[in-house]
């Protein structure tokens, strides 16, 4: 079957929605039309991605495109090379639709920090946009606006996860290292992770297992060897599952004040759903969740502030128009002028993190901290954590197989209500799914219904609820989304 019908349509929703400003560049009519005609050469094997238009955040490297992170500092920067994700998707026949917009380096939660301006949710209405989360926001719209078959993100904190619930689709975050990071610009090097956004988890594991798999360019890609003890640590904790009954937790800690009624509303429904048809649904705690966002609010400024160092106009990014300065003024003025203003507060909170004076107040204890959340999730999960030696005598009983969370505490808010908003308040949407990044977990975002007239059930809008697995059940977490999704009526979502 000829994938020009697909092309064509996203190519058409492209120009339909150019004011929701989710891509930053397109590609050409002719260069689609062609490499679509190159991969239905009989010689060509195909895959379930052949012909498939896929956007890309803007800071994943492309040799077709240029990768600017939507910043002023990189405006026409033309990597020399393809990031390890886009060359595995070109070799399957992918077709690269463009790059998406997102906040600024990805330091941003609702795809307002560009420099090419916000992107809008196709939810909202003209005079009252609503926001489309972030950082990887441009390709949610994309998604859910038909402007493409899937889109690729990165998660850091839920870049990926919180743009997917406020636009109505799925998001997934793998495991950290099972997706090379090679060709992706970094921001915070030790939770930055290649995600997933589609219509449904059924193209995500399409998508996820194409780019899958070691990376010797990548330091932080998981290695052979270990990806034979994680398979095998899986195929153990599957022996041990009764049937298709599994035993899912619901941390009591994610039942925050903060959380809106219709979220909780629709977190209970799915729940009473799934213990009807046979799942365990046990409450779990995990206390050190209260802790989390803090924590990740000084380890990522402080990893950004080393890994934005290098854009100063000499090494990488557009010199200051100014001239005539010298030393560490030409670096300055650079940086001043090619760096928003979120980018700018989150360097100078990264570099005070690191700071001989301050470092073992925050930074160390922030580490400590993320180790204490990683032991939470370890303790509640019945599977062993690979990575780490298995536990002595541990009694699964009152362990759980997944977590079923919110993914945000809200449905989107407006772009305009966003202005009126503190830092400290806009970190918070991050609150749900930080824990996961923090401990290296895989983690999907699923679309379900909330209802103004339950009677009637008429759909009004969606919230996102988050499945979490134990490091490397990717596999489980792709599987249970799929069973969910077929769960909840298909006029429903």
Same mark, same amino acid.
């Given at each position: 079957?000829?994938?020009?019908?697909?092309?064509?349509?996203?190519?058409?929703?492209?120009?339909?929605?150019? &004011?929701?400003?989710?891509?930053?560049?397109?590609?050409?009519?002719?260069?689609?039309?062609?490499?679509?005609?190159? $991969?239905?050469?009989?010689?060509?094997?195909?895959?379930?991605?052949?012909? !498939?238009?896929?956007?890309?955040?803007?800071?994943?490297?492309?040799?077709?495109?240029?990768?600017?992170?939507?910043?002023?500092?990189?405006?026409?920067?033309?990597?020399?090379?393809?990031?390890?994700?886009?060359?595995?998707?070109?070799?399957?026949?992918?077709?690269?639709?463009?790059?998406?917009?997102?906040?600024?380096?990805?330091? /941003?939660?609702?795809?307002?920090?560009?420099?090419?301006?916000?992107?809008?949710?196709?939810?909202?209405?003209?005079?009252?946009?609503?926001?489309?989360?972030?950082?990887?926001?441009?390709?949610?719209?994309?998604?859910?606006?038909?402007?493409?078959?899937?889109?690729?993100?990165?998660? $850091?904190? /839920?870049?990926?996860?919180?743009?997917?619930?406020?636009?109505?689709?799925?998001?997934?975050?793998?495991?950290?290292?099972?997706?090379?990071?090679?060709?992706?610009?970094?921001?915070?090097?030790?939770?930055?992770?290649?995600?997933?956004?589609?219509?449904?988890?059924?193209?995500?594991?399409?998508?996820?297992?194409?780019?899958?798999?070691?990376?010797?360019?990548?330091?932080?890609?998981?290695?052979?060897?270990?990806?034979?003890?994680?398979?095998?640590?899986?195929?153990?904790?599957?022996?041990?599952?009764? /049937?298709?009954?599994?035993?899912?937790?619901?941390?009591?800690?994610?039942?925050?004040?903060?959380?809106?009624?219709?979220? !909780?509303?629709?977190?209970?429904?799915? +729940?009473?759903?799934?213990?009807?048809? /046979?799942?365990?649904?046990?409450?779990?705690?995990?206390?050190?969740?209260?802790?989390?966002?803090?924590?990740?609010?000084?380890?990522?400024?402080?990893? &950004?502030?080393?890994?934005?160092?290098?854009?100063?106009?000499?090494?990488?990014?557009?010199?200051?128009?100014?001239?005539?300065?010298?030393?560490?003024? +030409?670096?300055?003025?650079?940086?001043?002028?090619?760096?928003?203003?979120?980018?700018?507060?989150?360097? #100078?909170?990264?570099?005070?993190? +690191?700071?001989?004076?301050?470092?073992?107040?925050?930074?160390?204890?922030?580490?400590?901290?993320?180790?204490?959340?990683?032991?939470?999730? *370890?303790?509640?999960?019945?599977?062993?954590?690979?990575?780490?030696?298995?536990?002595?005598?541990?009694?699964?009983?009152?362990?759980? *197989? +997944?977590?079923?969370?919110?993914?945000?505490?809200?449905?989107?808010?407006?772009?305009?209500? #966003?202005?009126?908003?503190?830092?400290?308040?806009?970190?918070?949407? *991050?609150?749900?799914?930080?824990?996961?990044?923090?401990?290296?977990?895989?983690?999907?975002?699923?679309?379900?219904?909330?209802?103004?007239?339950?009677?009637?059930?008429?759909?009004?809008?969606?919230?996102?609820?988050?499945?979490?697995?134990?490091?490397?059940?990717?596999?489980?977490?792709?599987?249970?989304?799929?069973?969910?999704?077929?769960?909840?009526?298909?006029?429903?979502?």
């Amino acid at each position: 079957m000829s994938s020009l019908p697909h092309v064509e349509r996203c190519l058409a929703n492209q120009k339909s929605f150019k &004011a929701l400003n989710a891509f930053i560049t397109t590609g050409h009519h002719g260069q689609h039309v062609l490499r679509s005609s190159r $991969t239905e050469d009989p010689n060509f094997k195909n895959t379930p991605l052949t012909g !498939r238009s896929i956007a890309v955040k803007d800071n994943i490297c492309t040799v077709g495109f240029p990768t600017t992170c939507a910043s002023a500092i990189l405006k026409g920067f033309q990597s020399p090379y393809n990031a390890h994700v886009i060359q595995k998707l070109e070799d399957a026949g992918a077709i690269i639709a463009g790059k998406t917009n997102l906040d600024e380096f990805g330091m /941003g939660s609702h795809s307002t920090h560009s420099v090419f301006g916000a992107v809008h949710n196709a939810l909202g209405t003209e005079g009252d946009p609503l926001s489309a989360g972030g950082s990887s926001g441009g390709s949610a719209v994309a998604v859910a606006t038909e402007q493409c078959w899937a889109a690729l993100g990165t998660d $850091t904190g /839920g870049s990926v996860r919180l743009p997917a619930a406020y636009t109505g689709i799925v998001g997934f975050k793998p495991s950290y290292g099972l997706v090379s990071r090679y060709g992706v610009i970094a921001y915070a090097n030790s939770m930055d992770t290649v995600g997933i956004l589609a219509t449904d988890s059924k193209i995500v594991r399409h998508v996820f297992d194409q780019i899958r798999g070691y990376d010797a360019s990548d330091p932080t890609s998981v290695h052979p060897s270990t990806l034979q003890r994680i398979y095998k640590t899986v195929r153990s904790s599957n022996a041990t599952r009764k /049937g298709k009954s599994l035993r899912i937790g619901v941390p009591t800690e994610y039942n925050i004040e903060e959380l809106q009624p219709v979220v !909780r509303s629709a977190w209970l429904e799915v +729940l009473q759903l799934l213990q009807a048809k /046979g799942h365990s649904i046990l409450p779990v705690s995990l206390p050190t969740t209260e802790l989390a966002l803090s924590a990740y609010y000084v380890i990522a400024p402080a990893e &950004a502030s080393s890994n934005l160092a290098k854009y100063d106009g000499v090494r990488y990014g557009n010199q200051a128009r100014e001239k005539g300065v010298s030393g560490n003024v +030409l670096f300055a003025t650079t940086r001043g002028e090619g760096l928003g203003e979120e980018v700018r507060k989150r360097i #100078l909170l990264g570099a005070y993190s +690191l700071s001989a004076s301050a470092i073992d107040n925050y930074f160390i204890q922030a580490q400590k901290v993320r180790r204490m959340v990683q032991q939470d999730f *370890d303790r509640v999960f019945a599977m062993n954590n690979p990575l780490i030696s298995e536990r002595s005598g541990d009694s699964v009983s009152g362990k759980v *197989d +997944l977590l079923l969370t919110p993914t945000a505490p809200s449905t989107p808010p407006t772009l305009a209500s #966003l202005t009126s908003r503190s830092s400290v308040e806009t970190y918070g949407d *991050d609150v749900m799914t930080v824990p996961a990044s923090l401990a290296g977990l895989p983690a999907i975002s699923l679309p379900v219904p909330i209802e103004s007239n339950p009677g009637k059930k008429e759909r009004t809008s969606l919230v996102g609820l988050q499945v979490i697995a134990q490091y490397g059940d990717d596999d489980m977490v792709l599987e249970f989304a799929r069973d969910l999704e077929n769960l909840i009526p298909s006029d429903h979502r």
